[in-house]
């Protein structure tokens, strides 16, 4: 097995698009990190980590793996499970000086590499979350709700920002964005943030995220406690999926947290489909 690291995102691409397209919603998160990285390299800090695992005896790539810190390691596997090219990806982490917060990928490589990496530095994990990967071609109109959604404009930033905030503690018990505010600003200058207004209140926002050549993700469903219940998230979500459509995507995609049984049911009455499943793990600091 022969490991390659690359020195951007616009040079891995040009080995592994090809692989990743052949399933692209399942390879939405990979495929479209790295086509952001490639758009705007100046947003991280640190230089991502980019590696693959070729097999010698026949030039294909057998795994691959990114990671842009603080975030996870994101898995690629081709295939069976393949021993010799985890423990390439392992050894090239380790001669690289990489420490990794946590493992992302479909199930069985992610508790493999997981596994692998416990074994290697001794480093305790536990799981983090089960998440399902949902694609979507047509939108079911969910049962209407007062209100009208629009896109999110710099007015909007102060709460976007304290949602985003939110959002990330409620989902990941942490938030892993230094700068909401300036996340927010950026995010809303590129049009991805969008809100559910309700007599002159805004009570919900969605955000488009990671566009690839046919598949665009939707994330950042948030609606602040009080007003849960009353069908804003589920008409946000639909109309920015339909917007989407509409502007040319095949599909759209998002991740749910299988432990939210509620999320789930709403996603697939509007049209949502399961296409697989990835297991997050966490490592000891």
């Not at 397209?21 to 390879?27: D, F, I, R, S, T």
């Not at 952001?36 to 793996?65: C, F, G, H, S, W």
């Given at each position: 097995?022969?490991a390659k690291?690359?020195p951007?995102?616009?040079?891995?691409l040009?080995k592994?698009?090809?692989?990743?397209e052949?399933?692209?919603?399942?390879?939405a998160?990979?495929l479209?990190?790295?086509?952001?990285?490639?758009?705007?390299?100046?947003?991280?800090?640190?230089?991502?980590y980019?590696?693959?695992?070729?097999?010698?005896?026949?030039?294909?790539?057998a795994?691959a793996?990114t990671m842009?810190?603080?975030?996870?390691?994101v898995?690629?596997n081709?295939?069976?499970?393949?021993?010799?090219?985890?423990?390439a990806?392992a050894?090239?982490?380790?001669e690289?000086?990489?420490?990794?917060?946590?493992?992302l990928?479909k199930?069985?490589?992610?508790?493999?590499?997981t596994?692998?990496?416990s074994?290697?530095?001794?480093?305790k994990y536990?799981?983090?979350?089960n998440?399902?990967?949902?694609e979507?071609?047509?939108v079911?109109?969910?049962?209407?709700?007062?209100?009208?959604f629009?896109?999110?404009t710099?007015e909007?930033?102060?709460?976007?920002?304290?949602?985003?905030d939110?959002?990330?503690?409620?989902a990941?018990?942490?938030n892993?964005i230094e700068?909401?505010?300036?996340?927010?600003?950026?995010?809303?200058?590129d049009?991805?943030?969008f809100?559910?207004?309700?007599n002159?209140q805004?009570?919900s926002?969605?955000?488009k995220?990671?566009?690839?050549?046919?598949?665009?993700?939707?994330?950042?469903?948030y609606?602040?406690?009080?007003?849960r219940?009353?069908?804003?998230?589920a008409?946000?979500?639909?109309?920015l999926?339909?917007?989407?459509?509409?502007?040319?995507?095949?599909f759209?995609?998002?991740?749910t947290d299988?432990?939210?049984?509620?999320s789930?049911?709403?996603?697939?009455?509007?049209?949502?489909r399961?296409?697989?499943?990835?297991?997050e793990?966490?490592f000891?600091?």
């Amino acid at each position: 097995m022969i490991a390659k690291n690359y020195p951007n995102a616009t040079a891995f691409l040009e080995k592994m698009q090809p692989y990743l397209e052949q399933e692209e919603v399942a390879n939405a998160m990979m495929l479209g990190v790295c086509l952001r990285l490639a758009q705007y390299p100046e947003r991280v800090k640190q230089p991502p980590y980019l590696v693959t695992i070729e097999d010698e005896t026949n030039n294909q790539v057998a795994m691959a793996a990114t990671m842009t810190p603080p975030y996870n390691v994101v898995l690629f596997n081709q295939g069976e499970i393949n021993p010799a090219a985890m423990e390439a990806i392992a050894k090239n982490l380790q001669e690289n000086g990489w420490a990794i917060p946590g493992v992302l990928g479909k199930v069985a490589e992610s508790e493999a590499f997981t596994r692998l990496w416990s074994d290697i530095t001794g480093k305790k994990y536990q799981p983090h979350k089960n998440l399902r990967v949902f694609e979507l071609t047509e939108v079911i109109p969910p049962t209407p709700c007062p209100g009208n959604f629009r896109i999110a404009t710099p007015e909007d930033t102060k709460l976007i920002a304290s949602w985003v905030d939110a959002f990330q503690i409620e989902a990941l018990g942490h938030n892993e964005i230094e700068n909401p505010l300036a996340f927010a600003q950026t995010r809303i200058g590129d049009g991805d943030y969008f809100v559910w207004e309700d007599n002159g209140q805004v009570v919900s926002m969605c955000a488009k995220n990671r566009p690839t050549r046919n598949t665009i993700t939707i994330g950042m469903v948030y609606t602040p406690p009080e007003l849960r219940g009353k069908g804003y998230a589920a008409n946000c979500v639909a109309r920015l999926s339909q917007y989407l459509l509409n502007a040319g995507y095949k599909f759209c995609s998002l991740n749910t947290d299988l432990a939210n049984p509620i999320s789930n049911r709403i996603y697939q009455k509007m049209g949502y489909r399961p296409v697989c499943d990835l297991n997050e793990f966490r490592f000891e600091s």
